[in-house]
């Protein structure tokens, strides 16, 4: 289908900041001398997909543009979509489960006292939403840094109050891997030094791994999928995004796991001085993951009694 995107944006003042509104435009028209119009559409197949959906969504994409350049040069008068009552009611019953967070104007309410001024080193191992843990960080009133992962060497994060390890592709097995490996020493490293540690999926199956935990692939990924699952004593929903998962074996003295009681998946680990969140605490699909971040870095950042760090 080809290269087609672009940007559109509107930035306002207001006071003494600036608002920005952008939508995403994924709807080009190329337009030869020859008067020749080419509409390239596609369709994103993930595992819930129908293929008979898909193609209806290619024509949709394409009526768009063509409707534009063909259609009655005059607009007909119609209700806005807004103004519908069964759509409304379908919009904020979809949205009742999302993160709230990222639905709403932003401003410092999301600010946790104990977090500000601490500073947090986050390792990119190529997952864009890294940035997203970022702006979560910040709203929570922290000093956050991003590195890529091949720029992050064993002592990575030393000069910071905590280090996050976070999401990415990858076999979390595969050290053949540059950057997987780079993952594991880093881990490793950081848990050898009893330095604050947050882990995130990919980074949370590598550590589970060094932990002595068994990792493996599922018998199918989660591709943006909400779940409801136990996690210390709540029950939260959260959004998973993994091929890999480590299960529940003998756990190391001092390490507390979040596991899923049937199949033994285990979706946190926890001990003195770090954790680890197999979902993604950044997704929209995680309720209240700005929450569940916050009470991790703070209890990751609490002093660690003498005697309970766990060492690799």
């Given at each position: ?22 939508p995403?435009?994924?709807r ?36 768009g ?68 843990l ?18 992050a ?8 109050d ?28 950081r848990?050898?030094a009893?330095?604050p ?55 190391p ?5 979040a596991?899923?009681?049937?199949t ?34 703070t209890d ?13």
């Amino acid at each position: 289908r080809g290269y087609y995107a672009g940007v559109a944006a509107l930035i306002e003042g207001q006071g003494d900041r600036l608002t920005v509104d952008a939508p995403i435009l994924i709807r080009t028209a190329y337009l030869e001398l020859d008067g020749t119009v080419r509409v390239p559409v596609g369709a994103t197949l993930v595992r819930h997909s129908v293929a008979g959906h898909e193609v209806a969504e290619t024509h949709a994409k394409a009526a768009g543009v063509l409707t534009a350049l063909a259609g009655e040069s005059r607009m007909r008068p119609s209700p806005s979509f807004a103004e519908d009552p069964a759509i409304a009611a379908a919009l904020t019953a979809r949205n009742r489960t999302l993160a709230p967070f990222w639905l709403r104007p932003q401003g410092a309410d999301a600010a946790r006292p104990a977090l500000a001024g601490r500073s947090v080193l986050i390792v990119d191992a190529e997952d864009r939403w890294t940035a997203m843990l970022a702006h979560l960080l910040r709203r929570l009133g922290m000093r956050a840094e991003v590195q890529r992962w091949d720029e992050a060497g064993p002592a990575a994060g030393d000069v910071y109050d905590l280090l996050l390890a976070g999401p990415g592709p990858g076999d979390p097995r595969d050290v053949a891997d540059p950057r997987i490996a780079r993952l594991h020493d880093v881990v490793r490293a950081r848990l050898a030094a009893q330095r604050p540690l947050l882990a995130v999926c990919l980074s949370h199956q590598v550590l589970a791994g060094q932990l002595g935990l068994p990792v493996g692939p599922l018998p199918r990924p989660y591709q943006g999928t909400q779940r409801p699952v136990p996690l210390f004593g709540r029950e939260t929903r959260v959004g998973f995004y993994n091929t890999y998962a480590a299960r529940l074996a003998d756990v190391p003295p001092g390490v507390e796991a979040a596991a899923q009681p049937d199949t033994g998946e285990v979706f946190a680990l926890r001990g003195a001085g770090f954790a680890s969140v197999q979902f993604h605490l950044e997704s929209i699909l995680s309720t209240v993951g700005i929450d569940l971040l916050a009470d991790l870095v703070t209890d990751v950042l609490a002093p660690v009694p003498d005697g309970r760090a766990v060492r690799t």
